[in-house]
């Protein structure tokens, strides 16, 4: 076999291509027969040439070693929960806060509203485009070491999909189980014997927490990317939309229901027409994140002790759990 390194790389480039397509676009090209028949051809390339193994390949997305405990990693920045917002007054107070702040009006200040997805937050590190870390939330300090459980989940991209990679970039987001998934692994469950998970958020976040990544894998969990936590170099003066679309060309889900809106009359109705969706959507929602966009005024509103002044959660009313 003369190039194993040139058809190596192929099937890389093909098969990354197709995992980004599936799993974060919803929009499948290759057949899985077609799949994994190139990822089959890749694993034995593999094995006769393990020099030529790289820790980014798709091959190498499920570790075998289960892990002794989780090791802390202190979050650069804190990962900080959000203050809570009830109803329009509620929303029309944050904005009036935040307008005053910036000797603005409230109509004049553009926010983003994206759904407030019910999971496990957690935090993802690229260097030089390639992951090197990932972590829970924690107490949002300092959160579990979980990167070899984070790799097994296709829509979490093992190196950057653009050509121009940033030198540091964390992305944080939320890992979801989307229903239908959720009752397939307790049917699984019940029928083993095994543990039955009270809801999607629990069985996200222990699906997570499992010392082996192979049992991980299993679990049909997705990350959705809701920030940029750290860019280097970054994007200068940007948004938060602005980076989210850079995100989705870095190869990470983004919210399809990202909206850049202008005044709190209009946010508060886009948080009525979410709450009118909540549960055609496939996967559980809490609420509305409402962001401040423009990110200059959003490091010029900084933080109170434990939140943000630029942000605030729109929560819907809780919903009746369902008893499985
Ligand atoms: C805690 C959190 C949670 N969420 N969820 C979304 N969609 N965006 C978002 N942003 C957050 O925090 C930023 C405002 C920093």
């Given at each position: ?49 393990p ?7 798709p ?5 075998a ?41 409230a ?101 997570l ?16 990317a ?55 959507l ?6 509305v994140?409402?962001k ?14 434990r939140a ?16 499985t």
């Amino acid at each position: 076999d003369a190039q194993p390194l040139e058809e190596i790389t192929q099937l890389r480039a093909t098969l990354d291509e197709a995992n980004y397509r599936y799993y974060v676009l919803d929009d499948p090209t290759l057949t899985d027969a077609d799949y994994d028949r190139q990822f089959q051809r890749l694993q034995e390339l593999e094995t006769e040439h393990p020099e030529l193994i790289t820790p980014d390949s798709p091959t190498q997305r499920v570790g075998a070693a289960p892990a002794e405990g989780f090791p802390s990693v202190a979050h650069a920045i804190p990962m900080l929960s959000l203050d809570n917002a009830f109803s329009r007054e509620d929303i029309h107070a944050f904005a009036e806060r935040v307008a005053e702040r910036l000797e603005c009006t409230a109509d004049d200040v553009e926010f983003t509203c994206e759904p407030k997805l019910d999971g496990a937050a957690v935090s993802l590190v690229y260097e030089q485009g390639v992951l090197v870390s990932g972590a829970t939330r924690g107490d949002g300090r300092t959160g579990e070491g979980i990167t070899s459980n984070l790799r097994t989940l296709r829509s979490v991209p093992l190196k950057l999909r653009d050509s121009n990679v940033p030198a540091l970039l964390e992305v944080r987001g939320e890992v979801i189980m989307r229903h239908a998934g959720f009752e397939a692994l307790n049917e699984r469950a019940r029928e083993a014997g095994s543990k039955v998970f009270a809801n999607p958020r629990n069985a996200a976040a222990g699906s997570l927490r499992q010392l082996d990544p192979r049992i991980t894998a299993k679990r049909p969990l997705e990350f959705h990317a809701y920030q940029a936590a750290r860019l280097e170099p970054d994007l200068g003066d940007t948004s938060h939309s602005e980076l989210m679309a850079r995100l989705a060309t870095l190869g990470f889900r983004a919210s399809s229901e990202l909206k850049v809106i202008k005044g709190p009359q209009a946010v508060a109705d886009y948080c009525e027409q979410l709450g009118e969706k909540r549960d055609g959507l496939g996967f559980d929602i809490d609420g509305v994140v409402i962001k401040v966009n423009d990110l200059r005024h959003q490091r010029e509103l900084g933080f109170v002790a434990r939140a943000p002044r630029w942000a605030v959660a729109f929560k819907f009313p809780a919903q009746e759990e369902v008893t499985t």
